[in-house]
């Protein structure tokens, strides 16, 4: 049974950095790509970033620059460096694994109806 175990998400000024971290277990991670994402109450889910399985990485446009994703094979962690934040990265973020066979694009792998394992998200709050 897969686990993801979300962490590092806290409350930050803008202009301020977090990191965050998804644990996996229950499937080798290394030979997944894995996704974060993100959701406001009552909002949708969307997509903020993905890496796969050859690191190859993905970035939605309103990252900017701003979030870098990273992988450590042997902990089978996935990292997201969240740097410059605003307000409107507040939210809670979520990781979830690629399981799905799928043509590998920036829209694909963003999309929150690919994934169906996620962990119970860590919240990131942006606010003076």
């Known amino acids: 049974q897969v686990t993801l175990v979300e962490s590092g998400g806290g409350s930050a000024q803008p202009g301020g950095s977090l990191n965050l971290s998804c644990q996996v277990s229950?499937?080798?991670?290394?030979?997944?790509?894995i996704g974060w994402f993100r959701q406001v109450p009552g909002k949708e889910r969307e997509g903020v970033s993905a890496?796969?399985?050859?690191?190859?990485?993905y970035y939605a446009e309103f990252v900017k620059g701003r979030l870098t994703i990273s992988r450590d094979i042997a902990e089978n962690t996935v990292s997201l460096q969240m740097n410059n934040l605003q307000p409107e990265d507040t939210a809670v973020y979520y990781c979830?694994?690629?399981?799905?066979?799928?043509?590998?694009?920036?829209?694909?792998?963003?999309?929150?109806?690919?994934?169906?394992?996620w962990g119970q998200g860590t919240q990131v709050i942006v606010d003076s």
């Open positions: 979830a694994p690629d399981l799905t066979r799928h043509l590998h694009t920036v829209v694909t792998v963003l999309n929150p109806d690919e994934y169906e394992a």
């Open positions: 229950g499937l080798t991670h290394e030979h997944y790509g």
């Open positions: 890496i796969m399985l050859d690191g190859f990485t």
